[in-house]
């Protein structure tokens, strides 16, 4: 037993070899790259330790558990320099500084919570789906850990006492994939946040009625009548409409890139947009952006956009908040992202083909947006958006029915007794031709 050179043919080996036995179990072997026979002990030293060590465990999982570096290799990754680490990796779409700011936001609250609950774990692969349940379950019941949300240095709102599921789906999301991404880098086994997000609440902006499109259309002041023409006449969102360049306007088209998914947008420019665009250009034509004031407050405060559009739909009596089943805070309900809404809806009752909503709204994949939009060409689009109303006067907006259908024939020929009953004689007699004519066929269309 101990550490000695073999005799091979009469000759010493030239590497050292060790056996030993631990808990009646024999051990040997050859003391790799030790030429001398202090540096074979230490060697010998060595494996007598994991040995030891392995015949320790009482169960796989405790084997697997301690001795994980050996098995995925990685280095040590603390909380505190992970998502440092993190920033750096490449990343399939590119992501703003407002994203990154929130992932960091996400992260920092985990981190302060694993610091307060479990001030001896430092490490990215010491965190279990224990800690993360826990975290979750914090969000859940209590909101955030940390109560200040920072604005630089300075605390800008307090959190929360509870959060909604969809809210807690978005830390649930951006910590799963921090953990994935370092997962090699820390020799991690598993994503402690690998296991189901809670289910979504159903509260989804609502679309404008006709009547509340009448409404705002009779209401409408300088800031929030760029948006809402832009908005309703292309289904664009916040960020696309405050930032749509000279450079996107191509003739007739809106041909830009979505500022969230970057899906290609090729949108036709209606008769409304066209005048809004005319007068505009004669104000902005030699900015970049074609709504110069709205880019400036949306790349350095957004939500300034969404607070003045509320102001002005509750000051002409649009409730924009509402308090859902279960739920403590009111949400949200009518905003500038009810623009995009309403364009789906309109198109609908209009009639217009899913795929040529789908392409303009620009709402799935790049994969899927091009498969629709070999459908969805440029002629289509055309013909069908034509139909679409301006509630701002330009066009009427063509009355909808309950059911989300044209006014019914029976409403028609009241509407048109109406009228005949406060015609001249000159008109009634032009109409009465007309109709003659009507009914031969011969006028077209």
């Not at 302060?112 to 826990?134: C, G, K, M, S």
């Not at 830390?171 to 189901?196: C, M, Q, V, W």
Request: charged share 25%; aromatic share 10%.
């Amino acid at each position: 037993m101990g550490v000695r050179k073999r005799q091979l043919k009469g000759k010493e080996t030239a590497e050292y070899h060790y056996e030993f036995m631990q808990n009646g179990k024999r051990y040997y072997g050859v003391c790799e790259g030790c030429t001398t026979k202090v540096a074979a002990l230490a060697y010998e030293k060595k494996i007598k330790e994991t040995a030891k060590k392995l015949a320790e465990q009482k169960s796989a999982g405790a084997l697997v558990q301690n001795f994980k570096r050996e098995l995925v290799g990685g280095d040590e990754v603390t909380l505190d320099n992970a998502f440092s680490i993190f920033e750096r990796k490449p990343s399939k779409r590119s992501r703003s500084d407002k994203q990154m700011a929130a992932k960091r936001s996400y992260w920092g609250d985990f981190c302060a919570f694993i610091r307060a609950q479990y001030p001896d774990l430092v490490n990215l692969d010491q965190v279990t789906r224990q800690h993360a349940e826990e975290y979750i379950n914090h969000l859940k019941t209590n909101g955030r850990f940390i109560r200040d949300i920072q604005n630089g240095k300075k605390a800008s709102y307090t959190a929360v006492n509870s959060l909604s599921n969809t809210t807690i789906n978005v830390y649930h999301k951006t910590l799963r994939s921090i953990f994935s991404k370092l997962s090699e880098d820390a020799g991690l086994l598993f994503n402690p946040f690998g296991f189901d997000m809670l289910e979504n609440e159903s509260a989804n902006r609502d679309a404008f009625t006709t009547d509340e499109l009448r409404l705002i259309g009779d209401n409408l002041n300088p800031f929030v009548r760029p948006i809402f023409t832009i908005g309703i006449c292309t289904g664009l969102s916040e960020g696309d409409i405050c930032l749509l360049k000279w450079s996107d306007i191509n003739g007739n088209w809106i041909s830009r890139k979505r500022k969230k998914t970057k899906v290609n947008l090729d949108i036709p420019i209606m008769p409304p947009l066209q005048n809004f665009l005319r007068e505009q250009y004669a104000i902005s034509g030699e900015h970049e952006y074609v709504l110069p004031d709205h880019a400036a407050m949306y790349l350095e405060n957004p939500d300034g956009i969404s607070y003045r559009v509320k102001k002005f739909l509750e000051s002409i009596g649009i409730k924009t908040t509402r308090v859902f089943e279960g739920r403590q805070r009111a949400t949200s309900v009518k905003d500038v992202h009810s623009l995009r809404h309403t364009f789906a809806y309109l198109a609908g009752c209009y009639q217009i083909p899913l795929p040529i909503v789908q392409s303009i709204l620009g709402h799935m994949s790049p994969e899927m947006t091009k498969h629709y939009q070999a459908h969805a060409d440029r002629k289509a689009k055309e013909k069908y958006l034509s139909q679409m109303p301006d509630f701002i006067g330009t066009t009427p907006v063509k009355q909808i029915d309950v059911q989300g259908s044209m006014t019914s024939v029976s409403g028609l020929r009241k509407q048109l007794k109406s009228l005949v009953d406060k015609m001249t004689a000159t008109q009634l007699e032009q109409m009465y031709k007309l109709a003659i004519e009507l009914q031969e066929g011969g006028i077209n269309g």
